[in-house]
């Protein structure tokens, strides 16, 4: 319950717009997660774009309604976040400093891919591209069609 008062905090100060920004807000609470591939194009100081590469976890409903155009502004958080760093290998986010979380603004996203598997840590690409490494995704059973044969 106190998250989701911060959460209408903010977005009061924010003044953006409240119908997306409270989407975003309980779209981010649900349980349903999807591991994903996201590009961030945050502006800085001085007129210049700093750029993030992210694996991450994120609500499932969150991310339908921004691929289907029905959210524009609001927060996106991922969760179990790795990332690409040196020697183009995979590194967790989470250390001793960092919770392993990143919150961004839905309007800084330049790409959001779902990704089938969670990306191993210590690889490199390649472990996308190995069939044997790919594990397919498991989909919900439709109960309505198991109780009609």
């Not at 911060?6 to 349903?32: R, S, W």
């Not at 339908?64 to 040196?86: H, P, T």
């Not at 840590?121 to 996308?128: A, I, L, S």
Request: aromatic residues 12%.
């Amino acid at each position: 319950m106190k998250k989701i008062l911060v959460t209408l905090a903010l977005m009061l100060l924010l003044g953006c717009n409240m119908k997306d920004e409270v989407t975003a807000a309980n779209a981010n609470l649900q349980e349903d997660q999807i591991w994903i591939f996201a590009q961030f194009n945050v502006p800085e100081e001085k007129d210049q774009m700093e750029t993030y590469y992210y694996y991450g976890l994120v609500s499932e409903s969150l991310y339908n309604a921004i691929a289907n155009n029905a959210l524009s502004s609001g927060f996106i958080q991922l969760k179990n976040v790795k990332f690409w760093g040196d020697n183009n290998l995979i590194y967790d986010y989470k250390d001793i400093e960092r919770s392993g979380q990143l919150i961004f603004r839905i309007e800084h996203i330049v790409k959001l891919n779902p990704v089938n598997v969670e990306p191993i840590v210590g690889k490199g690409f390649e472990q996308f591209e190995d069939p044997e490494n790919i594990t397919p995704p498991v989909f919900k059973e439709d109960k309505s069609t198991e109780e009609s044969n």
